[in-house]
T-cell receptor, first 115, second 113 residues
Framework: NAGVMQNPRHLVRRRGQEARLRCSPM?????VYWYRQLPEEGLKFMVY????????ESGMPKERFSAEFPKEGPSILRIQQVVRGDSAAYFC?????????????FGPGTRLTVL | DQQVKQNSPSLSVQEGRISILNCDYT??????FLWYKKYPAEGPTFLIS?????DKNEDGRFTVFLNKSAKHLSLHIVPSQPGDSAVYFC????????????FGKGTKLTVNP
């Protein structure tokens, strides 16, 4: 019974390149959340998705960031034209329920370094 | 504007003693609270949660207490073990919305043998 899977675990990009982070939720979970953790900070909510729908993207930067959760395949967090300030750990979490309660289970994270 | 605050960045206790981690929140709309434990280079691991209709929840060595009037919760670990050494995050959410978790900055717990 695999947990939440994220890949890659580490990603190095140069300024201006694109970063693609992937997340496969736990089996049976249809709700996916993305969080970002900057050094010495707590996790900050970015976006909440269900299959083929963005439910809440209030934590996403207005530019360069996008997320999707297609009918088939993993959820993708995409960062275009990365800058040094994007360097952070990005965590994906999944939940079976969404609204009405339900603990979120986290993946191991992707550590993005922008050179 | 931090809605969830963990004012102690670190805590050190002796093995076998009690560890008490504290958390305060400002948003009265929060009605569900969770504690996560995190080791370096890993994702947060769910530990225990409590709904706002309760004031206590216990699971083995871990107990969470909620004081709604004070907007304060605490995690008690008894007895503390060296393997408990990690960063502990308090998180809160409002049920019925998007249920995004709002995290504190974490408290690093060190349990000394």
């Amino acid at each position: 019974n695999a947990g939440v899977m994220q890949n890659p675990r580490h990603l190095v990009r140069r300024r201006g390149q694109e970063a693609r982070l992937r997340c496969s939720p736990m089996k049976g979970h249809s709700h996916v959340y993305w969080y970002r953790q900057l050094p010495e900070e707590g996790l900050k909510f970015m976006v909440y998705l269900q299959k083929e729908n963005i439910i809440d993207e209030s934590g996403m930067p207005k530019e360069r960031f996008s997320a999707e959760f297609p009918k088939e395949g993993p959820s993708i967090l995409r960062i275009q034209q990365v800058v040094r300030g994007d360097s952070a750990a990005y965590f994906c979490a999944s939940s079976p329920y969404g609204q009405g309660g339900g603990t979120q289970y986290f993946g191991p994270g992707t550590r993005l370094t922008v050179l | 504007d931090q809605q969830v605050k963990q004012n102690s960045p670190s805590l050190s206790v002796q093995e076998g003693r009690i560890s008490i981690l504290n958390c305060d929140y400002t948003n009265s709309m929060f009605d569900y609270f969770l504690w996560y434990k995190k080791y370096p280079a890993e994702g947060p691991t769910f530990l225990i949660s409590i709904s706002s209709i309760k004031d206590k929840n216990e699971d083995g060595r871990f107990t969470v207490f909620l004081n709604k009037s004070a907007k304060h919760l605490s995690l008690h670990i008894v007895p503390s073990q060296p393997g408990d050494s990690a960063v502990y995050f308090c998180a809160a959410l409002t049920q019925g919305g998007s249920e995004k978790l709002v995290f504190g900055k974490g408290t690093k717990l060190t349990v000394n043998p």
